[in-house]
């Protein structure tokens, strides 16, 4: 499990290459969420499973307090490295995201890349408690989660990165189960040397489904307001392919 986030870390750049190339547009409407649905001036941000870094530098270079907190060792220590290539003054920690006990330390917290939905429900609710306590009156929670019926073809994916030398041939795949709200994220991860020479690795990891209604009402319970925004705009459309939970303490 989580072989994504230890033995390749170093390749999850180049992995998610074409998504790091969508970041800035995503913190423009985060930027915008601060701006027009938290109730206080956001300047302290916590960002959870914040992996290699990715939107955690994009907030820092834009001025905002960042600390950046994950569970792995091996996505902080690429994380860490690029925050001082940049000259960037971040604070990182390893820590689970469930295990948070900051109290009223923050005016936003954020969580991208669809990690909330590693969370089942009740693990959930014990992710929205530490938020909230983390959160100053006024802070807001913002986190992405994709509409599973947009996630693409049920059959596989195929696509090829570089990564220095390095040729990545990557496989995706998923199998759902919509009874119990379960999706099977699967990937063949095919790192080939310049001299031939092959490693191959299997990711296999288990993600829970939420619907913008579902998400909502179990949010309600932690904060005073909650608003679901698709597709980088801050409302919902019948036809969006991905969310935004907006949650204000």
Not at 47 to 59: H, K, S, V
Not at 143 to 167: H, K, L, M, T
Request: glycine share 6%.
């Amino acid at each position: 499990m989580h072989e994504l986030y230890t033995v390749l870390a170093e390749y999850y750049d180049a992995i998610y290459r074409k998504r790091a190339e969508r970041v800035k547009k995503e913190i423009d409407f985060v930027e915008e969420i601060f701006k027009k649905d938290a109730k206080r001036s956001v300047k302290k941000v916590l960002d959870l499973a914040c992996g290699t870094g990715i939107p955690t530098l994009e907030l820092a270079e834009r001025g905002y307090e960042i600390v950046g907190l994950d569970l792995h060792e091996e996505m902080l220590e690429v994380a860490k490295e690029k925050a001082q290539q940049r000259g960037l003054n971040i604070r990182f920690l390893q820590e689970d995201a469930l295990e948070i006990n900051f109290e009223n330390e923050f005016d936003a917290v954020t969580m991208f890349f669809s990690s909330i939905m590693y969370f089942d429900e009740e693990n959930l609710q014990g992710l929205f408690n530490g938020v909230a306590n983390a959160l100053r009156p006024g802070g807001v929670f913002v986190a992405d989660f994709p509409c599973w019926f947009y996630g693409g073809s049920d059959g596989p994916i195929v696509w090829d990165e570089q990564n220095g030398n390095e040729r990545l041939v990557i496989t995706d795949w998923r199998e759902v189960e919509p009874a119990f709200q379960k999706l099977h994220f699967k990937r063949l991860v095919q790192i080939i040397k310049p001299n031939g020479d092959t490693k191959a690795f299997f990711v296999n990891d288990e993600l829970n489904i939420y619907t913008p209604r579902e998400m909502r009402l179990l949010a309600r319970e932690h904060f005073s307001e909650v608003r679901i925004y698709g597709n980088l705009k801050r409302e919902l459309a019948p036809n969006d392919r991905s969310y935004w939970l907006v949650a204000i303490r």
